[in-house]
């Protein structure tokens, strides 16, 4: 390592799938997302049992976007659009990355026109 390189100076940045911090891989933010595609799914066809997932996913992951965005997903897709609407703007407001912002906010749109549609 070069002299005067603070690892911890670098926050975190994303190399491949997995998150680098401050010279360590955080391997649980590997798990968010499939864990969150379960949890919907599960919704899907158990309300209840989804949404206990998704609330023992957002005590592990406080604020996380993914969890957000999936709630997001198996809200719109149970016919729950208020629900759905503040879990993709909230998504939106939590993700870092320009991209995953992108995708919950044309998320957020598209439902909130089909709405005003009706």
């Not at 401050?22 to 158990?46: E, S, V």
């Not at 976007?65 to 503040?86: F, N, Q, S, W």
Request: charged content about 30%; overall charge positive; aromatic content about 8%.
């Amino acid at each position: 390592m070069p002299a005067g390189f603070d690892k911890g100076s670098l926050g975190g940045c994303h190399c491949g799938r997995k998150v680098f911090r401050m010279g360590t891989w955080d391997k649980r933010k590997n798990d968010i997302t499939p864990r969150a595609a379960l949890a919907a799914r599960t919704m899907i066809q158990d309300r209840a049992t989804g949404e206990a997932a998704f609330d023992a996913l957002m005590v592990e992951f406080p604020g996380d976007g993914m969890v957000l965005l999936e709630r997001g997903k198996a809200y719109e897709a149970i016919g729950e659009t208020d629900l759905a609407l503040a879990d993709y703007l909230n998504a939106e407001q939590s993700f870092r990355m320009p991209r995953w912002k992108t995708i919950a906010h044309g998320k957020f749109a598209h439902l909130n026109a089909m709405r005003l549609k009706r």
